[in-house]
């Protein structure tokens, strides 16, 4: 099942990075790249990747970043960015760290399925959408995250149970719900955390919702990412850097750090995404006063 799966995630990622490549060189050519220090999305790739390989999650990180270092990105292309620039990155920890759970095939299958065709889907209406909306998404998003980070810090997550796979009504649920968490990937919603807590809730096993979260984002993002190139919703020279950092910070978490203290970290992280959030939230309401 995991080389089935891995077969099928670099058909993906080939696909994906052709077309990044090719899109990235014609856009250089043509001098549409955005004016920025090229160590400001090395060093968020990096940073961000480097966490998300522990365990902490890339893309609220990574808007905070992008405000915190003031790099002028458009609210509009921040979804399809986030998705582009972070896709190497999570297929290559999904390689690495993808190991043999038990777990049921029809289970992982049908919800990692669910999850590609949620986010297709999910990128064709964000990279069309307007600015204003694009804000009020990403700070509820923001904000949704930074509670399910919270929760999980005070222990407040349901605890899951021992199940292995779904069936019946529960499966129908985890499918709609990863098919949902797919396309709200696609507007700057990681899905790790809302994932396991909806396989927690379903009462299956914790140690199943790694595989289940892990494969989901490392296959849907090739195929939402491609839909943003496609569609030109994404900042090509950002993305570019922020993949080049990114990839060094996998390598480095998961084969020299390994592991670290992460419990001030996390509480920092909550913090600053809850802060973006409401900047966010603030712009989109501020530019509706203007209009």
């Not at 609210?75 to 986030?82: A, C, E, H, V, Y």
């Not at 929760?151 to 019946?168: K, R, S, V, W, Y």
Request: one cysteine or more; hydrophobic letters at 55%.
């Amino acid at each position: 099942m995991i080389n089935i799966i891995r077969i099928f995630l670099g058909a993906f990622t080939a696909f994906f990075a052709f077309n990044f490549a090719k899109d990235v060189s014609k856009a250089k050519k043509e001098n549409k790249f955005e004016d920025i220090p090229q160590w400001k999305p090395v060093t968020t790739g990096f940073v961000t990747d480097f966490f998300d390989t522990l365990g902490i999650g890339s893309f609220a990180p990574t808007v905070a970043m992008f405000n915190g270092l003031k790099m002028n990105i458009s609210d509009r292309l921040i979804p399809g960015t986030l998705n582009v620039c972070h896709t190497i990155p999570v297929v290559l920890e999904a390689f690495i760290f993808t190991t043999v759970i038990e777990v049921d095939p029809v289970t992982l299958i049908s919800l990692i399925a669910s999850a590609v065709v949620g986010s297709y889907l999910g990128a064709g209406i964000i990279s069309k959408m307007d600015e204003r909306k694009i804000q009020i998404i990403m700070g509820i998003a923001l904000a949704i995250t930074a509670l399910l980070m919270l929760l999980a810090q005070l222990g407040l997550m349901p605890g899951g149970g021992t199940a292995t796979g779904l069936t019946g009504a529960k499966l129908v649920i985890g499918i709609i719900g990863n098919f949902i968490l797919g396309a709200l990937m696609t507007a700057g919603v990681g899905l790790y955390s809302p994932c396991m807590a909806m396989v927690y809730f379903l009462g299956m096993s914790p140690d199943v919702a790694f595989p289940i979260m892990m494969g989901s984002c490392a296959m849907l993002m090739p195929i939402a990412s491609t839909k943003f190139i496609k569609e030109g919703a994404y900042a090509r020279k950002t993305s570019l850097f922020v993949t080049l950092g990114g990839v060094v910070g996998v390598f480095i978490a998961a084969f020299i750090v390994k592991s670290m203290p992460m419990n001030i970290l996390k509480w920092l992280v909550i913090v600053v995404i809850a802060y973006t959030s409401v900047a966010m939230l603030k712009k989109a309401f501020n530019t509706e006063k203007k209009a």
